[in-house]
């Protein structure tokens, strides 16, 4: 299980950027 660590939090990064950025797009629809 502890294959790429680096690999593994990289994708962990961005998946969470992106789904900040679409929140932020959706809260900026919504008002």
Known sequence: ????????KF???????RFTYTVQLLFRCHH
């Open 11 to 17: 994708t962990m990064t961005t998946v969470t950027h």
């Open 1 to 8: 299980m502890r294959k790429g660590p680096k690999g593994f």
